[in-house]
T-cell receptor
Framework: EAQVTQNPRYLITVTGKKLTVTCSQN?????MSWYRQDPGLGLRQIYY???????DKGDVPEGYKVSRKEKRNFPLILESPSPNQTSLYFC??????????????FGPGTRLTVL | AQSVTQPDIHITVSEGASLELRCNYS??????LFWYVQSPGQGLQLLLK????DTLVQGIKGFEAEFKRSQSSFNLRKPSVHWSDAAEYFC??????????????WGLGTSLAVNP
């Protein structure tokens, strides 16, 4: 089954404790992206990746890191989480773009609480 | 600046009634338009998309949407709502910018409640 998976689905942690949220897709997609969803602010892009070893900042990258060492995986790293990073996180992927647009497929989300 | 507006924060309809969720966008180029649904505790599921061609597009679960360029709108409709349609609905526009990023700009969502 074609899908985007995220782990963990739920995480409660404390300020400053490094964590990684994994994202993996089995559709051989080149493009991957992370969004966070917050009440009243909607979904905002954190980072994106056009292909292996190619990543760039989205609209709200502060406090986050990403890596793309393999095509299928795009982990989101919080080196020193803070309470303002409490949010619902979504990973998305799609085929590479050639002038137009392709549908993005979303993972189930990771609900993160930072105390 | 690009933006998506969903004027209705919350809508309540009776089961079997028709539904229309509004979406207006602001984007200077050709828009790529999407409607996603998010059920409680679930991820985002694509209902339908508009890229080009026929301005009335059909989606899953009996939903349809109409693109009206003159009104910068992409309203979602369903002729008869089922209780299982209760969820959060998001309109989004796909844009491209420097570096070929294809991020989605999202509306804030419309929460749909369905009365039995």
């Amino acid at each position: 089954e074609a899908q985007v998976t995220q782990n963990p689905r739920y995480l409660i942690t404390v300020t400053g404790k490094k964590l990684t949220v994994t994202c993996s897709q089995n559709m051989n997609h080149e493009y991957m992206s992370w969004y966070r969803q917050d009440p009243g602010l909607g979904l905002r892009q954190i980072y994106y990746s056009m292909n292996v070893e190619v990543t760039d900042k989205g609209d709200v990258p502060e406090g986050y890191k990403v890596s793309r060492k393999e095509k299928r995986n795009f982990p989101l790293i919080l080196e020193s989480p803070s309470p303002n990073q409490t949010s619902l996180y979504f990973c998305a992927s799609s085929l590479r773009f050639s002038g137009g647009y392709n549908e993005q497929f979303f993972g189930p989300g990771t609900r993160l609480t930072v105390l | 600046a690009q933006s998506v507006t969903q004027p209705d924060i919350h809508i309540t309809v009776s089961e079997g009634a028709s539904l229309e969720l509004r979406c207006n966008y602001s984007y200077g180029a050709t828009p790529y338009l999407f409607w996603y649904v998010q059920s409680p505790g679930q991820g985002l599921q694509l209902l339908l998309k508009y890229f080009s061609g026929d301005t009335l597009v059909q989606g899953i679960k009996g939903f349809e949407a109409e693109f009206k360029r003159s009104q910068s709108s992409f309203n979602l409709r369903k002729p008869s709502v089922h209780w299982s349609d209760a969820a959060e609905y998001f309109c989004a526009v796909g844009i491209s910018n420097a570096g070929n990023n294809r991020k989605l700009i999202w509306g804030l969502g419309t929460s749909l409640a369905v009365n039995p």
